[in-house]
């Protein structure tokens, strides 16, 4: 059992007999009364969001969930395929539970899968993506006052906004969380 001072962004409980990760938590320490956790939890089988105060004291039950190194293979439809790395056995798993983030994953990119009950509930891929510039408008010389992007194709297909010095054949590392572009990598 989990108490209040175990609270932590990413921590899998089991509430209500389905399994939760906590989003975002907040210490809150009234005047008058006893403190409390202000919480949010997001259902890792439908993806809602429910928030609840949570006083001191208050246990909270482990989810019953298994985190599993996996690689995906690739993309079949509105479907993913991913490949354990230690028993090489494939999984199909929906695009959706992934979320925008999927249109930057490249064939063997290495994901945490996590199941619970053996169905796959929450994937994280890598926090940054190395991907090729494709497709790319080129910068319009002397438009350079302040922060200026302009649209970019990946190789996996995806639009990323760029500085205006990014062309094609440019690798660029891309924060998958955000979709934002992060840096030119150099190639060596």
Do not use: W
Not at 39 to 51: D, I, P, R, S, W
Not at 128 to 148: I, K, M, W, Y
């Amino acid at each position: 059992m989990y108490d209040t001072s175990d609270i932590r962004k990413g921590l899998k409980v089991l509430m209500d007999g389905n399994p939760y990760t906590i989003v975002e938590f907040q210490f809150v320490k009234p005047g008058k009364g006893a403190a409390f956790t202000r919480t949010k939890f997001k259902n890792l089988l439908t993806g809602a969001v429910v928030e609840r105060n949570i006083r001191s004291g208050e246990k909270l039950e482990p989810a019953n969930v298994e985190t599993r190194e996996m690689q995906f293979l690739y993309k079949e439809g509105g479907d993913l395929v991913f490949m354990d790395q230690s028993n090489y056995e494939q999984v199909t798993i929906s695009a959706d539970l992934i979320g925008e983030a999927h249109d930057l994953m490249k064939d063997n990119l290495p994901c945490t899968v996590v199941f619970f009950n053996e169905r796959p509930v929450d994937v994280s891929l890598p926090t940054f993506v190395f991907l090729e510039v494709t497709a790319s408008e080129p910068g319009v010389r002397g438009d350079t006052s302040g922060n200026v992007q302009k649209p970019a194709t990946v190789e996996t297909g995806a639009q990323v906004s760029v500085p205006l010095f990014i062309r094609i054949g440019d690798t660029i590392k891309i924060d998958t969380r955000t979709h934002a572009y992060v840096e030119r990598v150099n190639k060596t």
